[in-house]
Nanobody
Framework: QVQPVESGGGSVQGGGSLRLSCSVSGIRSSRHCVGWFRQAPGKAREGVVS????????DYADSVKGRFAISIDSARNTVYLEMNSLKPEDTGMYYC???????????????????WGQGTQVTVSS
């Protein structure tokens, strides 16, 4: 199985941008669903966006549509999350997950069977 490793988190002011990266070795061996999730202090984990390597289909949470974009570079074994127009409510620990799948995976699916990264912190100030 792939082992996601996230990077790129940091602290920014509202309205700023960040790009998160997730290294996922072996993702070209078969079709995979990949996703980004986040968890703020004292809150449940929230799905941000998912994508499927089979055709690049995406599924975004309403709260990030038009601001965030996921992309997959299978040749480089890397998944990106471009985050623009950041808001304080975007603050949280961001996790990358991946699992093999013959079909696309909605971001609201149960992702617990996936392989997860260690997380990277994103903090957005007012």
């Amino acid at each position: 199985q792939v082992q996601p490793v996230e990077s790129g988190g940091g602290s920014v002011q509202g309205g700023g941008s960040l790009r998160l990266s997730c290294s996922v070795s072996g993702i070209r061996s078969s079709r995979h669903c990949v996703g980004w999730f986040r968890q703020a202090p004292g809150k449940a984990r929230e799905g941000v966006v998912s994508s499927w390597t089979g055709n690049g289909a995406t599924d975004y949470a309403d709260s990030v549509k038009g601001r965030f974009a996921i992309s997959i570079d299978s040749a480089r074994n890397t998944v990106y999350l471009e985050m623009n127009s950041l808001k304080p409510e975007d603050t949280g620990m961001y996790y990358c997950a991946a699992r093999p799948s013959r079909l696309a995976c909605p971001v609201s699916d149960n992702w617990y069977s996936s392989t997860w990264g260690q997380g990277t912190q994103v903090t957005v100030s007012s």
